[in-house]
């Protein structure tokens, strides 16, 4: 039974390109979250979404960044015009569909962001 | 403010002795703390969760405890090995959201020498 998967690994953008950042959840699993982690700072959650539904977004910085999770495929974080301030690690976590407390979130390996 | 706080200092110890490690928090009411180990350039794995009406919960050579009074976690790691060095991360959750929306604190380091 395969992790959460994660991919690129690695992404270098130049400032002013998109990043595409991909995220396919456990198999079962209907819930996927979006962290980013800059250096020597905690993990801090982006967004929660659902598949075709966005739940909770109050993470996610107001501009340039979106999330999708379409009903077939990966979840997608989409960083436009990148800048230098956005180069971190960005995790994606899911967990199954029925949720209750002591239900835990499984993290997929990470995808580092370098903005040249 | 709200805050989740791990000591930043990374923790030596020796091979075979107890690693503690602490997390504080305030100005939430989890509902429940979790605790993730970090490898380098890896993502968090779940070790442990620990209910607000529990006081310590144990898995194997693991054991956490919470105080809901002291607003603190602490996390025992027992007879410690080289192969425990990581970083270990504390997450709470209030439990209000209708979702796992977890905080997370920065992490505490643990390097355990042979």
């Known amino acids: 039974n395969a992790g959460v998967m994660q991919n690129p690994r690695h992404l270098v953008r130049r400032r002013g390109q998109e990043a595409r950042l991909r995220c396919s959840p456990m198999?079962?699993?209907?819930?996927v979250y979006w962290y980013r982690q800059l250096p020597e700072e905690g993990l801090k959650f982006m967004v929660y979404?659902?598949?075709?539904?966005?739940?909770?977004e109050s993470g996610m910085p107001k501009e340039r960044f979106s999330a999708e999770f379409p009903k077939e495929g990966p979840s997608i974080l989409r960083i436009q015009q990148v800048v230098r301030g956005d180069s971190a690690a960005y995790f994606c976590?899911?967990?199954?569909?029925?949720?209750?407390?002591?239900?835990?979130?499984?993290f997929g390996p990470g995808t580092r962001l370098t903005v040249l | 403010s709200q805050k989740i706080e791990q000591n930043s200092e990374a923790l030596n110890i020796q091979e075979g002795k107890t690693a503690t490690l602490t997390c504080n928090y305030t100005?939430?009411?989890?509902?429940?703390l979790q605790w993730y180990r970090q490898d380098p350039g890896r993502g968090p794995v779940f070790l442990l969760l620990?209910?607000?009406?529990?006081k310590e919960k144990r898995k194997e050579r693991l054991k956490v405890t919470f105080d809901t009074t002291l607003k603190q976690s602490l996390f025992h790691i027992t007879a410690s090995q080289p192969a425990d060095s990581a970083t270990y991360l504390c997450a709470l959750d209030t439990g209000n959201t209708g979702f796992q929306k977890l905080v997370f604190g920065t992490g505490t380091r643990l390097l355990v020498s042979p």
């Open positions: 979404l659902q598949k075709e539904n966005i739940i909770d």
């Open positions: 198999k079962g699993h209907s819930h």
């Open positions: 620990i209910r607000e009406n529990e």
């Open positions: 976590a899911s967990s199954p569909p029925v949720q209750g407390a002591g239900d835990t979130q499984y």
């Open positions: 100005n939430y009411s989890p509902a429940y």
